[in-house]
Nanobody
Framework: QVRLVESGGGLVQPGGSLRLSCAAP????????MGWYRQAPGKQRELVAI???????NYLDSVKGRFTISRDNAKNTVYLQMNSLKPEDTAVYYC?????????WGQGTQVTVSS
């Protein structure tokens, strides 16, 4: 059974940083694509960052140079380091992976960027 457990959201001032974590107990995450999505109120969920099983990454244009996705295979955990945060980054952030054609999502963690 795939379970994704997120942590690390919160309230931060513009220009600040947060690191989100997504733990996948018992899953060899290195063989899967792992992604972070976000959904702001009244907007569709969008892909923020993705890491392929070969370690390559891709980012939403608006977060390039500010966000970094990484993983720790020994801890079965994927991270999203978010720097230079802006109010428009405010959203609920979700971890995602697809296993055998089925989508799995974390519970979501709120990120609020406000002064």
């Amino acid at each position: 059974q795939v379970r994704l457990v997120e942590s690390g959201g919160g309230l931060v001032q513009p220009g600040g940083s947060l690191r989100l974590s997504c733990a996948a107990p018992g899953i060899i995450i290195s063989i899967y694509f792992m992604g972070w999505y976000r959904q702001a109120p009244g907007k569709q969920r969008e892909l923020v960052a993705i890491m392929a099983n070969d370690g390559s990454t891709n980012y939403l244009d608006s977060v390039k140079g500010r966000f970094t996705i990484s993983r720790d295979n020994a801890k079965n955990t994927v991270y999203l380091q978010m720097n230079s945060l802006k109010p428009e980054d405010t959203a609920v952030y979700y971890c995602h992976m697809a296993v055998a054609g089925r989508d799995y999502w974390g519970q979501g963690t709120q990120v609020t960027v406000s002064s």
